[in-house]
């Protein structure tokens, strides 16, 4: 069994890919943005820090149990900083599964050009303009954790997808 995580600023097709991924592996995907929204809270607007660390909690709790069964999960978050990788790191350990960060990777353009569209053509909630600023600022990569690096671009690429699947695959028969 494999806990992923996926990792990347706002709008690089983090969910999008790892919908994709529960879908095809099969796994149980943990969504923060979804546990927030059952709370009431709407992330791209800005959340305090306790909230946050609340629905992380939660999401924990979530993922240890789909885990003690033998199932795989996908955590859809951000995965910044580090100190929030680590902890998800310690509940696969714990669980006994294996652990992955998948880092979708996106340029400040493409990402600028994302947000713009999706304000004229809305397809998923907004996020302000500070909170992308202060999570640009704060965000960790992860860049000597081995995470399995992807273009935004290509996160709704079958192929990219089945590749991913079959890498998590031979994670999880170990």
């Known amino acids: 069994m494999v ?18 991924i ?19 809270l709407a992330g791209g607007q800005g ?8 629905t992380n909690r939660i999401a924990h709790d ?4 789909h885990l003690r069964r033998g199932c795989h999960v996908v955590i859809d978050d951000t995965g ?16 006994g599964a294996s652990f992955v960060v998948i880092w979708v990777q996106i340029s400040k353009e493409l990402q600028r050009e994302r947000v713009l569209a999706n304000r004229v053509r809305p397809v998923r909630a907004d996020v302000t303009d500070e909170v992308l600023r202060d999570h640009g600022a704060s965000f960790d990569d992860p860049e000597d954790e081995g ?3 992807v273009d935004a671009r290509g996160t709704d690429d079958p192929e990219q997808v089945d590749m991913i699947v079959r890498k998590l695959r031979m994670l999880g028969t170990r």
Not at 62 to 65: M, S, V, Y
Not at 80 to 95: H, K, L, Q, Y
């Open 147 to 149: 995470a399995l690096v």
């Open 47 to 54: 959340i305090p820090v306790e909230e946050w660390s609340t």
């Open 3 to 20: 806990l992923t995580l996926m990792c990347g600023l706002s709008f690089s097709g983090k969910s999008t890919l790892a919908a994709r």
């Open 22 to 40: 529960a879908h095809d592996l099969p796994s149980q995907l943990i969504s923060l943005d979804h546990i927030n929204a059952e709370r009431g």
């Open 62 to 65: 979530r993922a240890e149990e």
């Open 80 to 95: 910044s900083p580090r100190f929030i990788r680590d902890a998800w790191r310690v509940t696969a350990e714990a669980a």
